[in-house]
């Protein structure tokens, strides 16, 4: 079986993002640029299988401009097998990269995707279950477990939802997008690294994968959070009292 | 006396230890059969710094930790100095005696201060100078009755004028961070805290220069540098609480001293206090200014023995977008000195730290802290930090997996992971930057800061280790990359027998290879009777000499930095 994992290129988690001051987006110009950290847990359960015994192959595609080959190379240190690079210049949304990979599942034939279930730059939450729905496959979102049977017929997966876990039996090949505390993701170790240097990175094209993109979502605006005003010490429960009373008007 | 003899004798320097301190109590002046010892001039220490990884609220759980867990050195009021002192010497045990010279704080000199600083800058408040008595590790405690909370220069030279006039001692505190008692009183002196002069003056974008009060906290002026793209020279595990006036007295160094050198370098000017009030405005701006004696260096470094800093001039480097950290294990010593100069030679230009811990820190860290997970799978002798900082990602990551790869397959290296993103940075960094909050979970610790030739550095540790046979877990880190070892002697209690076997050989030791019993932890009241051990009589001599002429009275941080006996009656 092979396992295809989804990887995005993402501005790190511990960086503190700036919106460009003409509001169209966030500033990304010498910014530090990582795995999007869901891909990241994706990737390692992709692997933790094929180490299981499960799977044969893993194969890490990012889909973006020329530096995804960045996280791609992260991707094979981590242990991915190889690594397909679909070049497109602009960042797309959730329903195009759903059909760029629906397309490439069609010529890859894998038994599982992973994604993660969110990338933290835009907080979507969709592309997984999009492309399970384009390729007609069973879903498990947010998994916190997932366990193949022997036959690697179908997968138990937990998913985390709210008041408890919810426990899915899939029929594979299926889509699963990965949670939180589903694992701990490995480092790229000095020999992996050595060794990912002699993994293929294909690059595609959209033309390749004769994928037409058209978005029907417009960015308007992008603005930062309003900033936290900074709080008053009270000097006495009578004066408390009667600010929730008459400034905040919750009592 | 040639320095081949002190090699030869561990007796010899017990001899002159005991002749030194007999010397000490006769005070001040020069006795021949000291200068004949022939002590050889030290490598000059290279900045101090504090090990603390605690931020202000971590402080506070440290020390709440303690107070649960008795520390048998603050079972009476003077016992703990009783105790730090019996190390100079093995059998010549001298007790910190207040000097007799200083008043006390009489009723007179609050309602004075009150009058100058205001009211609510003036602090009797018992819980606040609990606080401000004791140092984070609980290890120092003085019994000052009043901290005084300056906001400006004037008032700093106010409060100094008044208290020499008066002869009480003084204290200059920052974020008390220190580990060597710098920063609390011993006895009754009143505590300076400059935490409210934390204004920024002036930044220049161009050359790169700050400006700023004391009082300004390490993180913050890495907050507002981080908005213009600067960062500071220096950068250590207290930030988010140590001053950078605390940071200059103390000439701290850190994690970043092998990319921006020493405080020394880096500070261009600073304004400072001295005891009668005088402000002495050496607020330079300049990279180069040979005008006369550049005096500011006597205040970087000199533990606030001198003059009390009020503001600080310094050079800041631009951010570089590019940083990679490797986690590197090293089956031996030796290869980890390889390494360091490999990594010198072949990544000089991005190099930004070089950082070493042994098995027995690592896994320190790993039984007393939550989250914490070796890096590399299998358990080394030795792991080594390698930062590089740069302006081009994709060349410097080459460049390091390159110098790795090809000491991966020369042996040196072991095994080693390379993060992938910040957040693996820093949980490498939370590893290196951990122990001493681990030491602190572990039970009482010893600690040695010193400089030595990096071959010998891990030999002390192996040699102490021996001596000790198992009655202590021997630990030793630090900055490789400077020849600086922190070596930390971890028990489950505080003990004289245990305290004699590692005191005062260590001091010895170093001594003999030509170390600095202090590196870049400044003396404070836990050395000030070991200098000799790095530096000469003549020297010292000469240190007393400018003490006494910018502090007649020695109201300035007394006790600290220089053996007390030169100073009392």
Not at chain 2, 60 to 76: A, F, I, Q
Not at chain 2, 182 to 191: A, C, K, L, Y
Not at chain 2, 281 to 294: A, Q
């Amino acid at each position: 079986m092979k396992i295809l994992v989804a990887v995005k290129r993402v501005v790190d988690y511990a960086v503190k993002i700036r919106v460009k001051p003409d509001k169209t987006g966030v500033d990304t110009q010498n910014v530090k640029m990582s795995m999007n950290p869901f891909c990241e847990i994706a990737l390692e359960e992709a692997l933790r299988i094929k180490e299981a015994g499960f799977a044969k192959e893993v194969v890490a595609v990012s889909i973006g401009p020329s530096q995804c080959v960045d996280t791609l190379r992260t991707g094979l240190a981590m242990g991915a097998d190889r690594a397909i690079h679909v070049e497109a210049s602009s960042s797309f949304l959730p329903l195009s990269i759903a059909k760029i990979l629906k397309s490439l599942a069609d010529v890859e034939n894998p038994g599982l995707i992973f994604l993660g279930k969110q990338a933290i730059d835009d907080d979507c939450n969709q592309t997984g279950q999009m492309v399970a729905a384009l390729l007609g496959w069973p879903q498990a979102t947010f998994a916190s477990k997932v366990v193949l049977d022997k036959d690697k017929k179908f997968a138990t997966v937990d998913r985390e939802v709210d008041g408890g876990l919810e426990t899915l039996s899939i029929d594979l090949p299926a889509v699963i997008t990965t949670d939180l505390r589903l694992n701990q993701p490995r480092y790229a170790t000095l020999p992996n690294i050595m060794k990912a240097k002699s993994k293929p990175i294909k690059k595609m094209t959209l033309e390749d994968l004769k994928v037409d993109i058209k978005s029907d979502i417009e960015i308007v605006e992008v603005t930062e959070p309003p900033k936290r005003k900074s709080g008053v010490i009270v000097s006495s429960v009578d004066e408390l009292i009667d600010k929730l009373k008459n400034e905040a008007h919750v009592v | 006396m040639m320095i081949h003899s002190w090699r030869r004798s561990g007796d010899f320097i017990r001899s002159a230890c005991k002749s030194l301190s007999s010397f000490r109590q006769k005070h001040n002046s020069m006795s021949p059969s000291v200068s004949d010892l022939g002590f050889v001039n030290r490598y000059e220490s290279k900045g101090k710094t504090f090990e603390s990884n605690a931020g202000k609220g971590r402080n506070t759980e440290l020390l709440d930790h303690h107070h649960h867990h008795h520390h048998p050195c603050l079972g009476g009021r003077n016992m703990w100095t009783m105790q730090q002192y019996k190390s100079f010497g093995s059998s010549s045990a001298s007790k910190v005696q207040r000097n007799p010279l200083f008043s006390s704080l009489e009723p007179k000199d609050v309602s004075y201060f009150k009058e100058i600083l205001g009211e609510k800058h003036v602090v009797e408040d018992e819980e606040r100078l609990e606080t401000a008595n004791t140092d984070w590790m609980h290890k120092y405690r003085g019994s000052s009755k009043l901290m005084l909370l300056p906001k400006n220069t004037e008032e700093v030279s106010q409060i100094l004028k008044y208290c020499d006039s008066r002869s009480l001692a003084v204290v200059p505190q920052g974020g008390n961070t220190g580990l060597v008692g710098g920063s609390v009183p011993v006895f009754d002196e009143v505590i300076i805290n400059v935490g409210l002069m934390n204004k920024v003056l002036s930044f220049d974008e161009v050359s790169g220069v700050l400006v700023c009060e004391a009082g300004c906290i390490l993180e913050n002026l890495a907050a507002f540098l981080d908005t213009k793209g600067f960062v500071m020279p220096l950068d250590l595990g207290a930030k988010g609480s140590c001053h950078i006036g605390g940071n200059v007295s103390t000439n701290a160094g850190g994690l970043r001293l092998i990319r921006y050198g020493s405080l020394h370098g880096t500070v261009l000017g600073l304004e400072a206090v001295t005891a009668n009030g005088n402000v002495l405005d050496m607020l330079g701006t300049l990279r180069k200014d040979n005008t006369g004696y550049d005096l500011k260096h006597l205040f970087i470094g000199s533990e606030g023995s001198l003059g009390i800093v009020t503001k600080v001039s310094i050079l800041t480097q631009p951010k570089m977008s590019s940083v990679n950290l490797a986690f590197i294990a090293c089956k031996d010593f030796l290869s980890c000195q390889k390494l360091l100069v490999e990594a010198k030679r072949n990544l000089g230009e991005i190099l930004s730290a070089f950082e070493f811990l042994d098995n027995n820190s690592m896994d320190l860290v790993l039984n007393h802290l939550d989250g914490v997970r070796n890096p590399v799978s299998s358990s080394e002798n030795f792991y080594i930090l390698i930062e590089t900082t740069g302006s081009g990602e994709t060349y410097d990551r080459e460049k390091l997996e390159a110098f790795l790869l090809k000491s991966l397959e020369q042996g040196l290296v072991s095994d080693g992971v390379i993060a992938q993103d910040i957040n693996q940075a820093s949980s490498f960094w939370r590893i290196r930057e951990g122990i001493t909050e681990a030491l602190q979970k572990a039970g009482a610790c010893y600690k040695y800061d010193l400089s030595l030739p990096v071959e010998e550095i891990y030999n002390i540790v192996n040699d102490l280790r021996g001596r000790l046979d198992g009655l202590a877990n021997v630990m030793g880190y630090g900055h490789l990359g400077d020849g600086n070892l922190h070596l930390n002697i971890s028990a489950a209690e505080y003990n004289d027998k245990l305290l004699g076997l590692i005191e005062p050989y260590v001091y010895e030791w170093t001594s003999k290879h030509r170390g600095s019993i202090s590196a870049e932890h400044g003396l404070g009241v836990m050395k000030a009777n070991e200098i000799f051990y790095s530096k000469s009589p003549e020297t010292v001599a000469l240190m007393v000499s400018l003490k006494k002429l910018l502090d007649p009275k020695g109201i300035l941080n007394p006790y600290k930095v220089l053996p007390h006996s030169f100073f009392s009656p």
